[in-house]
């Protein structure tokens, strides 16, 4: 374990180096990024000025939900994003042979050496907007701390999940280039409260493909709407992470050159 974490250190520092190489590129990159991942709240934003709203949750609960959705994506995006398309990259090239003769497990050696610290601004612009939001709602109880800790630790899960899967994918699906706007789609129904759908749809988000983890549960546990049962819906987001990476796993043994 020791290995693999000086390995990973190693990595992010020097990914860290090559992005302040060019530092108007990197400033960009993180402005682009934020930009274009903050357009949700303000969705919401409209929404509360026409005098709408979501049952059972003022302007700034919903916010909260959101930011802490951004935050989870913005980590999700910085370890786990760049696996998809170097993946996609070296079996359309039928390169991945090198990564499988380096002396590391290949899914680690993608993982670290594919840090993308341009989705910084989006944690950064995350946090500022969960501060914001905490001001005016505040937090229920010290209680609610670790029972927030534990719920976003879940929904970071379901997202490093979401990320294997998809790449995943790319070793018999190589033209899958729209599979993140799909799996997008379905991580829609996390940046908004889960009551506000049909019992049908909670069940799926919860259990199913947990992406209610993400936002709603860690929100509500701060709010100090905390359930115990909502412990049990942890279980399925650390099965979900770990079908993802044993998925990836999987279809590495199933690679057979350029294509797939």
Known sequence: MKRYLSIYK???????????????NFLLTMLITLGFNILFPLVTILIYRAGAS????NFYEVLLMQSIFT???????????GVLWTTLQHIREGSFEIVLLRPINPLFFLIATNVDIGSVGLVIGGLALFVFSIVHTGIASLAAIP??????SAGFAVMAGVNMIMAATSFK?????RIPEIFDSLLTFGK???TIFPQAIRGIATF??????????PASALLGRFEPVTLFAVIPCLLF???????YLHMIKLYEGVGG
């Open 192 to 194: 908004y409260p889960i």
């Open 173 to 177: 699906w190589v033209g899958n280039s």
């Open 54 to 57: 979501f049952p059972g949750w």
């Open 241 to 247: 992470m770990l079908f993802g990476i044993w998925l």
């Open 10 to 24: 190693t990595c992010a520092a020097t990914a860290l180096a090559s992005a302040l190489t060019y530092r108007l």
């Open 71 to 81: 935050l989870s994506s913005g980590l999700a995006m910085i370890m786990f994003s």
């Open 147 to 152: 029972q927030f800790l534990l719920l976003f």
């Open 208 to 217: 199913a493909i947990p992406v209610s983890m993400i936002g709603f549960y």
